[in-house]
């Protein structure tokens, strides 16, 4: 099996651990653990290959954090989380991503855009075209996922997987 190391990025509270946990463990908790911050191993497929992927969850980016050299080495691939039920969540993604392209040095790199909270869309915030026109901005895919209900959870790290070897390809 080949074996690709991917982080979640995003504000506090839109989801990330959630989601890492629902797509290793498929568990979900309504509490909220802001102190858990961890890797986890999952397996995915691409291409009729298996991947053992290594994800790292993060406490959360703002303005002013730094994102330290474990996100920046050996990480093949990044996932943009926010909640479309909080528009200043959305509003964190282009600065998490200037942080990100800064640390780099590239902006270049394998990465996926995350609508969480699909689940609750009656509280909506942003909507599914600002999300697809930020995506098509970072010039990465798109998807809208629940991590409470699991919908389309698997779908963030296949697309991911397909960026990220897409990019090995290119080389
Ligand atoms: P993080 O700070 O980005 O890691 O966010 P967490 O994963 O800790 O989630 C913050 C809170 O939102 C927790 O209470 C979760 O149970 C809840 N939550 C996470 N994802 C979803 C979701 O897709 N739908 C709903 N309704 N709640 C969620
Ligand atoms: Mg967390």
Redesign the pocket.
């Known amino acids: 099996n080949k074996f690709r190391r991917v982080a ?1 990025l ?10 890492v ?1 629902r797509f290793a463990e498929d568990t ?7 102190t ?1 911050e961890d890797s986890y191993h999952a397996t995915c497929k691409h291409r009729n290959e298996t991947y053992n992927l290594e994800i790292l ?1 993060t ?2 980016q703002d303005e002013y954090s730094y994102l330290g050299t474990q996100l920046t080495i050996g990480v093949d691939g990044y996932v943009f ?1 926010y ?1 479309i039920c909080d528009g200043g969540s959305f509003d964190m993604i282009p600065v998490a991503h200037r942080l990100l392209s800064e640390a780099l040095g590239t902006e270049k790199v394998p990465k996926i855009l995350v609508g ?5 869309a009656d509280k909506r915030e942003v909507s599914s075209e600002e999300g697809k026109n930020l995506a098509e901005k970072l010039n990465c895919p798109f998807v809208e ?5 699991g919908q389309n959870i698997s779908k963030v790290f296949t697309l991911l997987l397909a960026e990220v070897e897409g990019m090995y390809f290119q080389r």
């Open positions: 979640l995003g504000a506090k509270g839109v989801g990330k651990s959630s989601i946990t979900f908790l309504e509490s909220y653990l802001p858990i969850d406490g959360g989380v909640s969480n909270f699909l689940d609750a996922c629940s991590a409470k209900s």
